[in-house]
């Protein structure tokens, strides 16, 4: 289960007798805001994360002239006389680190932000394995082995050797809605999808975040992406119960998960959760029966030690359609 408030989520995965550490968190931050006094924007963040912020600087961005610098590194850019141009709040991964994910989603709440760029981060133990996770990564997405629509030539790998360098790969276009990078220069794999959200989607975000958390909005990212192998499987799925509650469901990631969830249920929900596309979802029967309730509820138990046969459950699936 999610710990309380404040850091990276952390999650315990266990593999035969190995032990996978992983922990989710914001790597990256930047939201608009409704709300145009600069004043009242600092003001806001500082009564949520303390610190105070720097003298006002003439260097600019995103359209607007000026900055001020919180403690933490966030930036607030500001300024512009141009109407219609909103205050840009910036939090880069260093600022991520400082402040806990609860408080970045409360700044954007509290000025009625739209994050335009939301980078979910999931970090990946032993280190000794990082290297060589990354590269059978690498490997199978080359070979057209994943569960995607990214073309396999949209891979780009670099490798620096440098004291405290690393290899980074590159996995989709960076010009796209979201891609996903793995390095391991920070000591364990970090897997990191870079988010820019549509703008009808922007103001859902951070409802996503507070409800979910950076872990449950990481694993709707992920299933662009599947890798088969089972330490991924494990990383996104993870422990599903915390993130299929029978409870209501109030702002997500968008209007169409929420009419998938009022559609098929929790537990096709859940099969999302495990790396089941939701293309493959979407075209399940608009009601279903109670022996295919059973038998879906048995997938998503069996699925949590993580051991499962990903095309076995495909097959399970099809004959769910017939």
């Given at each position: 289960m999610f710990l309380e408030p404040g850091g990276l989520s952390y999650r315990r995965c266990v593999i035969a007798s190995c032990v996978m550490d992983v922990t989710f968190g914001l790597h990256w931050y930047r939201f608009t805001t409704a709300v145009e006094d600069v004043e009242q924007v600092a003001d806001s963040i500082v009564s949520v994360s303390g610190g105070g912020f720097s003298t006002a600087e003439s260097r600019g961005a995103y359209n607007q002239p000026h900055r001020l610098v919180h403690d933490s590194g966030a930036a607030v850019y500001f300024g512009s006389k141009r109407e219609g141009q909103p205050i840009v709040v910036d939090v880069p991964g260093e600022a991520c680190e400082r402040v806990p994910d609860c408080e970045l989603v409360t700044w954007s709440c509290n000025v009625e932000g739209r994050p335009s760029r939301v980078d979910l981060a999931a970090d990946v133990e032993p280190a000794?394995?990082?290297?060589?996770?990354?590269?059978?990564?690498?490997?199978?997405?080359?070979?057209?082995?994943?569960?995607?629509?990214?073309?396999?030539?949209?891979?780009?790998?670099?490798?620096?050797?440098?004291?405290?360098?690393?290899?980074?790969?590159?996995?989709?276009?960076?010009?796209?809605?979201?891609?996903?990078?793995?390095?391991?220069?920070?000591?364990?794999?970090?897997?990191?999808?870079?988010?820019?959200?549509?703008?009808e989607l922007r103001e859902h975000v951070p409802g996503a975040l507070a409800r979910y958390g950076p872990a449950g909005v990481w694993r709707q990212l992920a299933a662009r992406c599947i890798w088969p192998v089972p330490w991924y499987h494990q990383v996104i799925a993870g422990e599903v119960a915390d993130l299929v509650r029978p409870a209501s469901v109030g702002s997500d990631l968008s209007g169409y998960v929420d009419a998938l969830m009022a559609q098929h249920g929790v537990n096709l929900y859940a099969l999302s959760l495990l790396g089941f596309t939701m293309e493959d979802v979407a075209k399940q029967p608009a009601r279903m029966t109670a022996e295919q309730q059973q038998r879906y509820r048995r997938w998503c138990r069996d699925a949590k030690p993580l051991g499962y046969d990903p095309t076995k459950l495909k097959r399970e699936v099809k004959r769910c359609r017939r």
């Open positions: 000794s394995l990082a290297r060589s996770r990354l590269l059978e990564a690498r490997r199978m997405f080359r070979r057209g082995a994943c569960d995607t629509r990214m073309p396999s030539t949209s891979c780009e790998f670099m490798q620096d050797d440098k004291p405290g360098g690393g290899c980074t790969c590159y996995f989709g276009s960076r010009a796209s809605d979201a891609f996903l990078r793995m390095y391991d220069r920070r000591g364990p794999l970090r897997l990191e999808w870079q988010w820019k959200p549509a703008r």
